[in-house]
């Protein structure tokens, strides 16, 4: 075995020091891409001029460094062919020590070598080779990558210095070319891993230089801002698409990031290509530039739409709780312990726990809301606000958003999307209440979500799903409702999965005394006042009185008796009587006539079967009407839920 060459110069094995200058020249400028390509070029270009029979490179395994696989390779097509992976250290474990030592193998003749090389002898005869010659490939200090090596095949061969010598120079420039197509490889592997991952999050990437205001930017982050991918972009293009109001407050971001180098970030809206409008954040940090470049900022972008809906749902969620807090909040329980209204309690307490609709039925004051209130409480989605759409209160062309909700430009006047009550109760109840009075062709929808518990936004073909329960409260006979059309049967069995008939007051009259004094111990709080005894006679009056108001027009009494009396005893006055000594006897007729039908409607003045209809009158009439007898509307006359 021969380590080193020994032996004269040979001019016939002297690299034309031209072809070498040549190689060396195209490797300077080689990209990542064509290295591969200039190497086996360069391979039969070296054979060809030196008459060597085989050369190849071989790298390490990037999953095994015991492992070298064939990459490159130059052969006689006569001779046997290598196999594309080896293990070193099984075929050729002498040669492996020493390119490990980044040491040159130099054999002559492998007839000739030291016995520890007997493994690797037996190896080179399998593939019929006579002389080897091997360069380890590596950078600076860090270990081998890979083998540069030649072979001869058809007979010995003595490897003379300067062949040696420039042949290992080859060697050098094939380890810095594959360490660069390497390094570029690995950084592509990086940026495929962070444009995944980004994409994954639904984020763009991008690179901003301030000065110049050029960006580059990945295809998601042009996509979150409506450009093509093929668009150019600048911070000014970019600028022209943020809402006008939102501008500074980027600029000041920007500013601020390339000053303190800290990470900053900023949310704004853009508008897009179609008029609508996304929500964006940003982050960002400075990065160096590299070789004399300027600074830039770096950062990846997000589109926050949804969340930020879903912010403003929990605030407006948050605003309504805060309302029912205000306007309910002093309602926590029912009073009465009366046969018919510990039935409904028996009834409430079995239905609670279930998700089933319930419909709450009865005349108007008796407590409905209270009930469904009570069911929500007792239910698992006690932990959410209920949500309360009153039917009769909103006009007809409203109802449809506010209960399904809309999408910018649904109709004229739509100039922003709004979130419906079913989406707003989503994972919590939805008490209907007057159900009677929704509109016939916005019941067809309803049904929809009770069955499949989908719907779409007014303007948007998009279903949205929802798991919502429902609860619903009538005072209308809509078995009668059904036969006059008015209502669709369908529905109405849908809603009827668990009714609930709240009793009228005087089937429970024995509530009566403790009603009286709930509500003089409240409202006499409010207005600060002591009330020590209600008269024999007052309670007598009151459980006689039939109450078709019910538990609303009893609060009324007992405020109205509040206000006038001067002492600690309450001073009742009942209606009728009352009302024709307060009133002249024109003005005192029509004021009860126009209370009695509103009583009867349950406070509804519009639409069929309403209180201005059944009176022959325009309801603007007969607004102004019960604004000079100083009648209450629905919404202002006593704050009793139904």
């Known amino acids: 075995m021969i380590a080193e060459p020994t032996l004269p110069p040979d001019k016939t094995d002297e690299l034309n020091f031209k072809l070498l200058a040549e190689i060396s020249a195209r490797f300077v400028n080689v990209s990542a891409g064509e290295v591969d390509l200039q190497i086996e070029d360069t391979l039969r270009r070296i054979c060809e001029f030196h008459q060597i029979d085989h050369a190849s490179v071989w790298q390490v395994a990037p999953d095994d460094p015991e492992v070298i696989v064939l990459t490159h390779l130059y052969r006689d097509p006569s001779l046997r062919p290598r196999p594309p992976r080896m293990v070193g250290r099984e075929s050729f474990p002498w040669v492996q020590a020493k390119l490990i030592r980044k040491e040159v193998v130099c054999v002559p003749d492998v007839e000739d070598v030291l016995p520890e090389a007997a493994k690797d002898q037996e190896t080179w005869r399998d593939y019929s080779v006579k002389s080897a010659l091997a360069f380890p490939l590596f950078v600076g200090e860090g270990p081998i990558c890979g083998v540069l090596s030649f072979d001869a095949t058809r007979k010995a061969r003595r490897w003379s210095v300067p062949l040696w010598e420039q042949l290992q120079y080859l060697a050098q420039l094939f380890s810095s070319a594959l360490d660069r197509k390497h390094s570029e490889q690995t950084l592509r592997k990086s940026e495929a891993r962070l444009s995944l991952a980004a994409a994954s999050a639904n984020a763009g990437l991008w690179t901003l230089e301030p000065v110049s205001g050029r960006i580059w930017a990945t295809d998601k982050a042009k996509e979150l801002f409506s450009f093509l991918p093929k668009d150019e972009i600048t911070l000014d293009v970019i600028l022209s698409r943020v809402h006008s109001e939102d501008r500074d407050k980027i600029q000041k971001a920007i500013e601020q990031g390339m000053q303190t180098g800290e990470e900053v970030s900023v949310e704004y809206r853009v508008q897009l290509r179609d008029g609508s409008q996304r929500w964006i954040s940003s982050r960002g940090r400075r990065q160096s530039g590299d070789l004399g470049e300027p600074d830039r ?244 009056a009151l459980l006689a009185y039939d109450w078709p108001g019910n538990v609303r027009e009893l609060k009324n009494v007992v405020e109205q008796a509040l206000i006038i009396s001067t002492g600690n005893q309450l001073e009742v006055q009942m209606p009728g009587r009352r009302d024709v000594a307060m009133l002249p006897t024109l003005k005192g007729a029509e004021h009860r006539h126009i209370l009695a039908v509103l009583q009867r409607t349950g406070w509804r003045i519009k639409g069929a079967g309403g209180a201005a209809e059944l009176l022959g009158m325009k309801p603007s009439t007969l607004y102004t009407t019960m604004q000079r007898l100083g009648i209450p509307t629905k919404h202002g006359k006593d704050g009793i839920p139904s």
């Not at 409904?344 to 307490?349: G, N, P, T």
């Not at 009570?374 to 989605?381: E, F």
């Not at 399904?404 to 979130?419: C, D, I, M, N, P």
């Not at 999965?497 to 009566?512: A, G, M, N, Q």
């Open 297 to 540: 900022l770096m950062g990846v972008s997000i589109d926050i739409t949804e969340i930020t809906q879903l912010r403003e749902r929990l605030q407006a969620e948050s605003d309504y709780l805060k309302s029912e807090i205000e306007v309910y909040g002093h309602f926590a329980e029912i009073v009465g312990h009366s046969k018919a209204l510990k039935k409904a309690f028996q009834q409430i307490e079995r239905v609670a726990p279930t998700d089933s609709t319930v419909l709450l039925t009865g005349e108007t004051g008796t407590g409905k809301e209270l009930a469904a209130r009570a069911i929500h409480n007792l239910s698992s989605r006690k932990d959410r606000v209920m949500v309360k759409v009153d039917c009769s209160a909103l006009p007809s062309t409203l109802i449809e958003s506010e209960l399904f909700g809309r999408e910018k430009g649904a109709y004229t006047g739509a100039l922003t999307s709004q979130v419906g009550r079913f989406e707003f109760a989503s994972g919590s109840t939805l008490f209907l209440d007057e159900i009677g009075e929704l509109p016939l062709e916005l019941q067809a929808k309803l049904l929809r979500v009770l069955q499949d518990g989908e719907f779409e936004r007014l303007g948007s073909p998009k279903p949205v799903k929802v798991d919502v329960r429902v609860i619903a409260a009538t005072n209308r006979d809509l078995v009668e409702c059904v036969n006059d059309g008015s209502f669709r049967q369908d529905l109405y069995y849908r809603l009827k999965v668990f009714p609930i008939e709240l009793p009228s007051l005087r089937d429970r009259r024995e509530d009566i005394p403790l009603l009286t004094w709930a509500f003089v111990r409240e409202l006499a709080r409010r207005m600060g006042k002591k009330i020590d005894t209600i008269p024999k006679k007052s309670m007598e």
